[in-house]
């Protein structure tokens, strides 16, 4: 029989991984702290939609899952900006037929623990959150909701419970462990655009909405009863912030003057802002990953801001890249930690760059001039040149090429289009002849 495994966490990246290791035939055991979440409703201010890309689907496919969930998502193929005025801008992700998915957090959750459950291997255990870990000999101390301690011991023990990971705590006590927290000076509330009449969608259904406003921004991804999740990005001080937002005037008079156009579809506005917490934006980064028969996973291991929606593809690649190393080196455990974090580790910190870096994109850029010049250049060289240019948001979204390829390969097509805006190339970006040399040239090709 194939090792005991334990997994601390079973939100998103423990529950897949805890299906991958099933079908490996391990015995597998997963602790989470939260209530079971096929039985009730998200937490509130939780069920913030995310936007499932290439990476995710392709380690949804590895246990049969993209296909189901999917079904039940909405696909998006571009931005949709809103000024002040009401007035839209479109932007598309890619080429045509490109598109990233709006999916339900909670409803993702919940296919993906119905899948795990139906296998005889795999025991879940809800409201049982760990307070201790000891690291030298497999095993951890939980509480149940009774209160009482429970102490699991298993061959390899897994965290993937969040960025508050109390694996990771324990793993920080460590010589030579490298940590690094870094807050946002930002906070998100969620809101909601409600479904018109006859549960129609008010406004376009296959785009990402955004309401940028330069020092803060909401956002909005559809849901299939025709409601939108919105989210209100705010600073927490200063003359924008939610320190300045205390009363319900203040929050209507705030929306009236810059969100005018969405005030109409969220009547319940002021219930949502002051119902809903306020959220923290946290980068955590950390060195190494792994330590004997431990391993950490998913935000555990690398929790990134929300601004390139790839928090749980990145995560679930986590999760099928291992699977994939398994696969390659076990039962040589050592060798598959080694190589997991040797792959994991560099392109987890190229997204939380890549994310903070669209924070400041999606928020002061989306709407100027300038950038959508820039945009319309960049969307031109991918359709006339797909073989030697591919767009950074392409490369992170569209594929499954390493994430810091494409942030180096991002820098190279910033200085490409900057070179084609100040020598007034725009005119020759049809003609081959003159603009494949160039390319080839910022390309290094």
Request: charged share 25%; glycine share 8%.
């Amino acid at each position: 029989m194939k090792e005991k495994i334990a997994i601390i966490g079973g939100g998103l990246s423990g529950s897949l991984l805890a299906i991958c290791l099933a079908k490996k035939g391990f015995q597998v055991e997963v602790y989470e702290r939260r209530g079971d979440i096929r039985k009730g409703k998200a937490d509130a201010g939780r069920s913030i939609n995310l936007a499932l890309s290439t990476r995710g689907i392709d380690a949804l496919n590895k246990v049969g899952l993209a296909e189901k969930v999917l079904d039940d998502a909405i696909p998006m193929d571009g931005r949709l900006m809103h000024d002040k005025k009401g007035e839209i801008k479109y932007q598309p992700y890619g080429k045509n037929g490109q598109y990233i998915n709006s999916v339900s957090r909670s409803g993702l959750n919940i296919k993906l623990l119905e899948l795990a459950d139906g296998y005889e291997n795999v025991q879940l255990f809800f409201n049982y959150r760990c307070v201790e870990a000891d690291l030298n000999n497999n095993q951890c101390v939980l509480l149940n909701a009774m209160g009482e301690k429970v102490t699991v011991k298993a061959d390899i023990m897994f965290g993937s419970d969040g960025a508050f990971s109390a694996i990771r705590s324990e793993m920080q006590k460590l010589n030579r462990f490298n940590y690094s927290q870094n807050y946002e000076n930002y906070g998100y509330k969620e809101l909601e655009i409600v479904p018109g009449d006859k549960g129609l969608f008010q406004i376009e259904k296959n785009a990402l909405h955004i309401w940028p406003r330069g020092e803060f921004m909401m956002i909005a991804l559809p849901n299939p009863n025709g409601s939108f999740t919105c989210t209100l990005f705010l600073a927490y001080e200063g003359t924008y912030s939610f320190e300045n937002l205390k009363t319900e005037k203040q929050v209507v008079d705030f929306f009236n003057e810059h969100f005018a156009d969405s005030v109409p579809m969220m009547p319940n506005l002021v219930e949502d802002f002051f119902a809903n917490p306020t959220g923290s934006l946290t980068t955590i980064r950390c060195n190494p990953w792994v330590y004997k028969n431990f391993a950490l996973i998913g935000d555990a291991a690398h929790a990134i801001i929300p601004f390139y929606g790839q928090g749980m593809n990145c995560s679930f690649e986590d999760v099928k890249e291992l699977d994939e190393i398994i696969d390659q080196h076990y039962p040589n455990w050592p060798k598959v930690f080694d190589e997991y974090q040797k792959a994991r580790i560099i392109n987890a910190n190229a997204i939380a760059d890549l994310a903070c870096k669209n924070f400041v994109e999606m928020r002061d850029l989306v709407g100027r001039e300038d950038f959508m010049h820039f945009k319309k250049i960049e969307h031109d060289l991918s359709e006339l040149y797909p073989e030697i240019f591919k767009s950074q948001y392409s490369l992170v979204s569209f594929s499954t090429q390493p994430y810091s390829h494409a942030l180096a390969q991002g820098y190279k097509n910033e200085a490409l289009i900057n070179h084609i805006i100040e020598h007034k190339l725009e005119g020759h970006i049809t003609n081959a002849g003159v603009m494949l040399p160039i390319i080839n040239d910022f390309m290094g090709i």
